[in-house]
Each structure stands twice: as structure tokens, then as C-alpha cells.
């Protein structure tokens, strides 16, 4: 089957018992068993549950994985992978990533001494090869990053990354598996915030991984209960739910990216626009060919640094000055004081996010209102 079919029907056959062609949110915490050990598949709902299966069989199959595995948020999902490793273990990060993200590395890894390295691997991946060490058994990276957006070459990373003997981690949560699917170009592990586009209404904090690799998959289901950063049923249900649209979704989150982006490079009072489906993005070409479309996330700098940047994100009446990315509705935030407020300012120079630097999450309403509303912000704080 097709993507768009997969996305409303993998994993998810009319339930046995009543024909619903919605899968039932289970809310069992527990099933009774014909005797000890005899059960029916389920024994204890952090161990497994119906509706649990059912996202993880659908996300499986929407990245083209043999294994999908639910977790409580897309930090639980990190850290859980994370502890597949052991002290004196090395990771390489990629410079630009998810300020939680940053976080798990240098405060909660760290510490149980597992070390990692930031590198900018968007111009050049060998840039890999200054910063392995015999320890280095992860390379993680996003692309597109956040919030930067820079594009890293999954497939020639996964070369060197296995030319080390270590796996490579690709948070696929910018792009999603209706843009991108990052097994495919070898990548190992494939990590989601479902909390973003593939719930995509703002309701649900999840994550989830997606790999082939069957060790490792047996590792992190031991994991997964043994540590039990695991999703509620209803949660399970609302992302199944999302992801039975995220194909169309999507399609539309990039339409208005394009119109945001058009707009904004008509503006002579703002300083630069990224957006991987521009030219002069150092990584358009890359991203054309591993991605089928550049996504709906936008950064962008104003004349006027933070002062002008904090002022027009408190004048935005459709966009959200919020958190978060990925739902119906648009959003709007400031990395440096927000989602990335908690790397130290001097790396997050080092790695180009700029204090005043905006993020906006292109959202489902109509484009031209969207511009309206970034014009009339833009007007107002001149
Ligand atoms: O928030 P949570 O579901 O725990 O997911 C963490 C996470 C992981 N990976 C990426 C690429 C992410 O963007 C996030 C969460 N990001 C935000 C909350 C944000 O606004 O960027």
C-alpha cells in the first residue's frame, strides 16, 4: 500500500469483535489471564495494550521500519534510546538540535558518563571524522535542524557512520516519514516527538522510534517497560487519529511555508529568510533530493534584533507566540528565549542561532491570512 493509505489504515484493521473501523482506546491497566502465564497477548497495559499496538504498528510502517515503539514524549524516547549506552560511551551531535535535546546530553548523560561532541555537519558530514573516537557507538543528528533548518546528508553520514561500527539516529520529527524516511538512506534509528506534526493538533506530548535493527529493537521493548516512560491509550488513539491526515496535512503546512516565505522576502526589513525549499539555502539541493517537499517550519531574522523580534511575537493575532510546532494552528517563538533557552548563549552563537532569531510553524489557516497578520506585526513595530 501507498503512503497516504498506510497512514489511515496500517496497523489498524476493523476491531474482531464489532466491526468499529476505529481502533477502541483501550484503558485496561491490566488483563486477566486463563492462568498464570496464559494471556492472550497482553498482561500489563506499560508492557503492551492494544491501542499502544496499533500506533506502533502504523508508525512502523510509515517509516518503512519493522519496529515502532511508543514512548510519553519525544524526550522519553531520547533519553530510553540513550540508555541503550553505556559510561564511556561517545555520542556525536549534530550542532543545531532541539534545545531538550541538548539538555538529555550535557545534563542527564553526561553525568552517568556517557560524553558527546557537537559538530556542524550540514556543509561537510567527513566533518564527522575529526570528532569519532574509539568510544563513539551514536551519531545523532535532525535534519532539518531546529531551528535552524540546516540539511545533513543522511546517506553518506550513515556511510561514515558505519565505517565507524557506530548507529545513526536521525530525528525525523521536522520533516516526518510523509517527507523523509531516513531508514531508507540507511540511517538505524529513527526518533519522533510525536507531540509535533504527527499528532498535529496540539494535544498529545509522545515520541516515538522506528528502526529495523532487531537487537536493538529488543533492548529498547525491554526498555520501554522495564523504565516505563510509556504513552496513555488515549494518547495512543489521538496520534493514531492525527496520523490518518498527516499526508494532506502536510501537503498544506508546505503550500503556506511557500506563501510565508514569498511574503517575508518581500520585506526590505527583514534581514534573512530560511526556508530548505529557497535557492540559496546551502542545502536546497540536498533537501530536493531527500526530501519530497521542504517542510512547513520557517525561521527568519528582523532589522531591529531582539527588542524588534520580542515586540512583533507579542503583536501576532493569528500566529501563537508558543512552544511547539506541527499543529493545525500557527505558532511563533524565540528560540533564544524559548525552546533553546537552555544551551548556553555562547554555544548557541557558536552554532548560528542568533538571539533574535524567529521561528514560525506554518499552520493550516488561509495563507493570506497568515501574511496579513505577519504584515500588519511587521508594520506596527517598524
Ligand atoms: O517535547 P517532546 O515531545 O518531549 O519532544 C522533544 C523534541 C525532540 N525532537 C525535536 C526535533 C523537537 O523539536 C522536540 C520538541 N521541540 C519543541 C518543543 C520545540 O518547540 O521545538
Given at each position: 500500500m501507498r503512503f497516504d493509505t498506510l497512514a489511515i489504515h496500517a496497523a489498524q484493521p476493523p476491531d474482531p469483535q464489532s466491526g468499529a473501523v476505529m481502533t477502541p482506546i483501550?484503558?485496561?491497566?491490566t488483563f486477566a489471564q486463563?492462568?498464570?502465564?496464559?494471556?492472550?497477548?497482553?498482561?500489563?497495559a506499560r508492557t503492551g495494550n492494544p491501542t499502544r499496538n496499533a500506533l506502533e504498528g502504523c508508525l512502523a510502517a510509515l517509516e518503512g521500519a519493522r519496529h515502532g515503539i511508543a514512548f510519553a514524549s519525544g524526550c522519553a524516547a531520547t533519553t530510553t534510546l540513550l540508555l541503550t549506552l553505556r559510561p564511556g560511551d561517545h555520542v556525536v551531535c549534530c550542532d543545531d538540535v532541539y534545545g531538550g535535546t541538548f539538555r538529555i546530553f550535557d545534563k542527564v548523560l553526561r553525568p552517568l558518563g556517557v560524553e558527546s561532541d557537537r559538530v556542524d555537519l550540514s556543509r561537510d558530514v567527513g566533518a564527522l571524522r575529526g570528532a569519532?573516537?574509539?568510544?563513539?557507538?551514536m551519531v545523532w543528528i535532525e535534519t532539518p535542524t531546529n531551528p535552524l533548518l540546516k540539511i545533513i546528508d543522511i546517506a553518506e553520514l550513515a556511510t561514515l557512520t558505519h565505517a565507524a561500527s557506530a548507529k545513526l539516529v536521525v530525528d525525523n520529527t521536522f520533516a516526518t516519514p510523509a517527507l523523509q524516511r531516513p531508514l531508507a538512506f540507511g540511517a538505524d534509528v529513527v526518533l519522533h516527538s510525536t507531540t509535533k506534526y504527527l499528532n498535529g493538533h496540539s494535544d498529545v506530548v509522545g515520541g516515538a522510534i522506528c528502526l529495523n535493527d532487531d537487537p536493538l529493537a529488543e533492548r529498547l521493548r525491554f526498555l520501554q517497560n522495564a523504565v516505563g516512560a510509556v504513552p496513555s491509550p488515549f494518547d495512543c488513539y489521538l496520534v493514531l487519529r492525527g496520523l490518518k491526515t498527516l499526508p494532506v496535512r502536510m501537503r498544506a503546512h508546505v503550500a503556506g511555508a511557500r506563501a510565508v516565505v514569498e511574503f517575508l522576502r518581500t520585506r526590505g526589513d527583514v534581514k534573512k529568510v530560511v526556508w530548505?525549499?529557497?535557492?540559496?539555502?546551502?542545502?536546497h539541493a540536498l533537501a530536493s533530493r531527500q526530501m519530497s517537499a521542504p517542510g512547513g517550519m520557517v525561521t527568519f531574522e528582523v532589522e531591529g534584533g531582539v527588542p524588534r523580534a520580542s515586540a512583533l511575537l507579542a503583536k501576532l493575532r493569528v500566529f501563537h507566540c508558543a512552544e511547539s510546532l506541527g499543529g493545525v494552528e500557527s505558532l511563533a517563538e524565540l528560540p533564544s528565549v524559548?525552546?533553546?533557552?537552555?544551551?548556553p548563549p555562547e554555544l548557541r552563537r557558536a552554532a548560528?542561532?542568533?538571539?533574535g532569531l524567529i521561528r514560525l510553524s506554518v499552520g493550516l489557516e488561509d495563507p493570506l491570512d497568515l501574511v496579513d497578520d505577519l504584515r500588519s506585526a511587521l508594520d506596527a513595530t517598524r
Open positions: 483501550v484503558l485496561a491497566s486463563d492462568g498464570p502465564g496464559k494471556h492472550k497477548g497482553y498482561e500489563y569519532l573516537r574509539p568510544t563513539t557507538r530548505p525549499g529557497l535557492d540559496d539555502h546551502p542545502g524559548m525552546t533553546h533557552g537552555s544551551i548560528g542561532i542568533d538571539d
